[in-house]
C-alpha cells in the first residue's frame, strides 16, 4: 500500500521560543480517515479543537518531531537551509525501513520551491525511493501536511507555555506583533536569563537593541 508522509513547521515568524517541524507517516488511503478527524490547515482550528485531532493522530499514526532552538536558528546562516535539513531529517527518519517508494508532501518555506527541493533531496538517505513533492499551501491541499501542521502548531504551543512556566513569566505569543512580546523584549534583551528563548538574529530584536543603545548613548 502507498506511504505518504506529510511535513509542515510552526513557529519560523517568533522572535521568542522555538521552531517545530513535524512529519507524519500514513497509507494514502488514510487521508480519508484524517479529513473524518477533522484535520486541516491549523490556522484555521481552535486551541481545543487542535488538540483534541493531535491527541487522535498521535495514537494512530507514526510520527517525528525536530526543534529548532532560538539559538540554533541564530547559529543558521539562512533559515530555508535549516528548514531543509529538519525537513530531511524528518523524512530519513519516518522511511527508515522501506524499500518501496514512499511520497513526501512538504510544505515549503521558500519561494524557489526547485532550489529548496534541491536542497532537502540532497540529505536524504535513501533519495531513490522518495517522490518528494514541495508545494506552497500544501497545509490547505492536501490532508496529510495539515496534520502535520497541527501536531507542529501543538508542540509549539506545548514549548511556549513551557518556557512561561519555567521562567515563571508571560511574553505573549512570541510573535513581534505581539504588543506584549515586543514589551518583554524591550525590557528583557540584556537579561542573561533569557537569552536562551530570544532569535537575537531577528531584525525586530536588532532594532529594539539599536533603539536601546541610541537612548542609552543619549
Known amino acids: 500500500m502507498a506511504k505518504l508522509i506529510g511535513i509542515d513547521d510552526a513557529g519560523r515568524g517568533p522572535v521568542i521560543g522555538p521552531m517545530v517541524l513535524a512529519g507524519i507517516l500514513i497509507n494514502e488511503k488514510e487521508e480519508k480517515e484524517i479529513t473524518e478527524l477533522g484535520a486541516k490547515d491549523s490556522k484555521l482550528l481552535l486551541s481545543k479543537k487542535r488538540r483534541e485531532i493531535r491527541n487522535k493522530l498521535f495514537s494512530r499514526y507514526e510520527s517525528h518531531i525536530e526543534v529548532s532552538s532560538p539559538k540554533e536558528i541564530d547559529e543558521s546562516s539562512n533559515l530555508n537551509y535549516l528548514e531543509a535539513i529538519k525537513t530531511a531529517m524528518i523524512i530519513n527518519k519516518l522511511s527508515t525501513g522501506f524499500k518501496e517508494p514512499i511520497t513526501a508532501i512538504v510544505d515549503c518555506p521558500s519561494t524557489n520551491i526547485k532550489s529548496w527541493s534541491e536542497d532537502v533531496r540532497k ?11 514541495c508545494e506552497h499551501k500544501a497545509d490547505a491541499n492536501h490532508p496529510v501536511v495539515s496534520a502535520a501542521s497541527i501536531i507542529a502548531k501543538e508542540r509549539r504551543e506545548d514549548e511556549i507555555e513551557e518556557l512561561k512556566r519555567k521562567l515563571g513569566i508571560d511574553f505573549g505569543s512570541g510573535y513581534p506583533s505581539d504588543p ?11 537579561n542573561e536569563r533569557y537569552k536562551d528563548i530570544i532569535r537575537f538574529s531577528w531584525k525586530t530584536v536588532k532594532n529594539l537593541f539599536d533603539e536601546g543603545n541610541q537612548k542609552k548613548l543619549f
Not at 123 to 133: G, K, R, S, T
Not at 180 to 190: G, P
Request: hydrophobic residues 45%; without cysteine; aromatic residues 10%.
Open 123 to 133: 540529505l536524504l538517505d535513501h533519495p531513490e525511493i522518495i517522490n518528494l513533492q
Open 180 to 190: 506584549a512580546t515586543i514589551k518583554f523584549i524591550k525590557e528583557n534583551f540584556r
